[in-house]
């Protein structure tokens, strides 16, 4: 039988198992087209980024029994994976109501349609272990299928430059450490907590491409923690 595991909770918990599995198509890419008087055809821009997916997940519960809890449980966001390959997480969000429908009088098992959106990668499952670096110029692969948004601490002070591949990093006036975390797009001091995007000068965040990256640095730096976040498109 299918199952599903959501923010943690194998669905196997509260009885409840998937019918089918879920349809889930390739990500679009986020174009945007414009008309241009006098051009012909639309001028495409594209952003380098993926739309979400919707889908639904259609199961049934064996007992009323955790009806409350499973209501409870099937709402906001969170990791899921499905139990036909547990190496991949996708970040998923209930987005409306679950729906609940009786099999039949004489049957205490209910359908469940559960509707869901689902950024459009699939991580790797479960997270891979933070890779620690403590000299420059070595070298981190990429497993992936497609380039991670990682976060990278790093321990040390003063003026710092980090590279990550070809993209530069330039940190000024780094008291103990700093953090740069690349998917939510923001800079922070040492506790990963306080914002300090003022440091930082960078034309981008830094990504780790497919295959081999370089991570190096110049300056007064004991360690480069990277919290990897590897994907598949």
Known sequence: ?????????????????????????????RVEFIEVPGRDGALSIYDGAFNDVETELMGYMQTTIYRDDILGWLTGAGDLVLSTDTTRAYK???????????????????LLRIPVRLQPFRYHSPAPANIVKTTSGQTVT???????RPKIAIVGS?????WIGTQLVELAGVDTGYVIDSEAMDCYAADGVTLDNGKATL???????????????????????????????
């Open 203 to 233: 034309d981008d965040y830094p990504t780790l491409a497919v295959g081999a990256n370089v991570v190096s640095w110049t300056g007064t730096v004991t360690r480069v923690t990277i919290t990897p976040r590897w994907r598949d498109i």
């Open 92 to 110: 998923a969000r209930v987005t409306g109501q679950v729906e609940i429908e009786r099999v039949s009088r004489g049957l205490d098992a209910w």
């Open 142 to 148: 990429n497993p992936g299928t497609y380039k991670s």
């Open 158 to 162: 003063g003026d710092i430059d980090l």
């Open 1 to 29: 039988m299918m199952t599903f595991t959501f923010k943690g909770t194998d669905s196997a918990t509260y009885g409840v198992y998937l019918t089918e599995h879920p349809t889930i198509v390739a990500a679009e890419k």
